[in-house]
């Protein structure tokens, strides 16, 4: 018999679309900073040091730009410990078929080390592409400092590679 | 190489080399960024997700390509980075992050450069593409 093209059916909650979900705050850690430069191969002393950081105009140890991931991670686990809904949670991302698509930083500020920063959650929304073999969520995070309002804002794609279907 | 002050349109910054991408590298990664997801970590949790073996965390390969831009105009002139991922970087992969100003233009906050970021894998394909904002 023949079948209709399937409707593409995804993974992720939708009706999660415009939750917006205040996670647990993250201080900035030096030793923390210091490890993810390591991976990634940065060297600059203002990272490290903090009177080369004040020599170069920074207010001290400041963190690199993808830090801000850390941030947004690190405050999930703290949910995710203490029992709170997660936003991975909250979307039902499944990371058998989780793939990041884009990824994208807007910055008021700096990650310093000593900062205790907030960070907030919200569903943009989803959409399939390529004919529903990929389903897209977006997501934005605002990472702020109680003393100086917002230090950066996150724009992310996440993408469940859809498995193939038994019918 | 000029600086970005006096930097035009066309003109490329100083390229770097990221590599390679060791297990190792993802297994340090995945705790350093706090993104402990199996598939980049756990060969046996890749296979069963239907994929050959795990490969880098996009993030991971961000970092290097990212500092393209501020080794060459500092931290402070970072206003914006936004990547997408192209491709699956695998183990083994030696990542070419290269960047080119591509515009400079006035904003009411003042001046700025656009520049194209792109990362490709060593005798294969683009993994990344991106652009960066940088203030003057």
């Given at each position: 018999m023949d079948r209709a093209p399937a409707t593409p059916r995804g993974l992720f909650d939708r009706s999660t679309a415009g939750l917006r979900i205040k996670a647990p705050s993250y201080p900035?850690?030096?030793?923390?900073?210091?490890?993810?430069?390591?991976?990634?191969?940065?060297?600059?002393?203002?990272?490290?040091?903090?009177?080369?950081?004040?020599?170069?105009?920074?207010?001290?140890?400041?963190?690199?730009?993808?830090?801000?991931?850390?941030?947004?991670?690190?405050?999930?686990?703290?949910?995710?410990?203490?029992?709170?809904?997660?936003?991975?949670?909250?979307?039902?991302?499944?990371?058998?078929?989780?793939?990041?698509?884009?990824?994208?930083?807007?910055?008021?500020?700096?990650?310093?080390?000593?900062?205790?920063?907030?960070?907030?959650?919200?569903?943009?929304?989803?959409?399939?592409?390529?004919?529903?073999?990929?389903?897209?969520?977006?997501?934005?995070t605002v990472i702020e400092s109680p003393e100086r309002g917002p230090v950066v804002e996150i724009a992310r794609t996440v993408i469940h590679r859809l498995p193939e279907r038994a019918e | 190489m000029p600086g970005p002050l006096h930097a035009e349109p066309g003109i490329g910054l100083p390229p770097l080399t990221f590599g390679p991408v060791t297990r190792r590298m993802l297994a340090l990664f995945a705790g350093a960024s706090g993104d402990h997801n199996a598939v980049h970590i756990d060969s046996d949790f890749a296979m069963e997700s239907g994929l050959e073996d795990v490969f880098a965390q996009g993030m991971l390969m961000m970092g290097p390509l990212t500092r393209v831009v501020t080794d060459w105009a500092g931290l402070h002139r970072l206003e914006s980075i936004s990547v997408r991922f192209l491709a699956i970087t695998p183990v083994g992969a030696v990542c070419r992050c290269e960047g080119q100003v591509e515009e400079r233009f006035e904003t009411d906050a003042g001046p700025r450069l656009r520049v194209a970021l792109s990362s490709v894998i060593e005798g294969g394909a683009p993994n990344l593409s991106g652009e960066a904002i940088v203030r003057l």
């Open positions: 900035v850690e030096r030793g923390r900073i210091a490890f993810l430069c390591s991976v990634i191969g940065e060297t600059n002393a203002i990272h490290f040091d903090a009177s080369a950081a004040r020599a170069r105009g920074y207010p001290g140890i400041v963190a690199p730009p993808t830090f801000a991931q850390v941030i947004e991670q690190e405050s999930t686990r703290i949910a995710e410990f203490n029992g709170e809904r997660t936003v991975f949670n909250a979307i039902r991302a499944d990371y058998r078929y989780l793939l990041h698509g884009a990824e994208r930083y807007d910055f008021a500020g700096y990650m310093l080390a000593g900062d205790e920063l907030t960070v907030c959650h919200e569903v943009v929304g989803f959409e399939f592409k390529k004919g529903g073999v990929l389903e897209m969520a977006y997501l934005h | -």
